[in-house]
Nanobody, 117 residues
Framework: QVQLVESGGGLVQPGGSLRLSCVAS??????????MAWYRQGPGKQRELVAS???????DYADSVKGRFTISRDNAKKTLYLQMNSLKPEDTAVYYC?????????WGQGTQVTVSS
């Protein structure tokens, strides 16, 4: 089995920055073959895809975060990152790490990000 653990969430003022991390552990030896992504779910809202990175490195972002968020991965450390800059109150959500291969997916427990003045 694979376990994903997010960290780095917290309370930040509008315009501030946070860096989220997701560390893979368990039976996984490498994350290099996985497509990985960050999702978020705000209060009373559906879970939405924020950013993704393919095993080959191609990245995609939701329109709402383009130019502000950057997804990256360190395969040697088995870690996925989300650098979040210029944070807005509407970014407030629980952020979830996701890893996928064909027919299998794994999720972290989520980390809370609150953007408030």
């Amino acid at each position: 089995q694979v376990q994903l653990v997010e960290s780095g969430g917290g309370l930040v003022q509008p315009g501030g920055s946070l860096r989220l991390s997701c560390v893979a552990s368990g039976s996984i030896f490498s994350i290099s073959i996985y497509a990985m992504a960050w999702y978020r779910q705000g209060p009373g809202k559906q879970r939405e895809l924020v950013a993704s990175i393919a095993s080959g490195g191609k990245t995609d972002y939701a329109d709402s975060v383009k130019g502000r968020f950057t997804i990256s991965r360190d395969n040697a450390k088995k870690t996925l990152y989300l650098q979040m800059n210029s944070l807005k109150p509407e970014d407030t959500a629980v952020y979830y790490c996701n890893a996928e291969v064909p027919f299998k997916s794994f999720w972290g427990q989520g980390t809370q990000v609150t953007v408030s003045s």
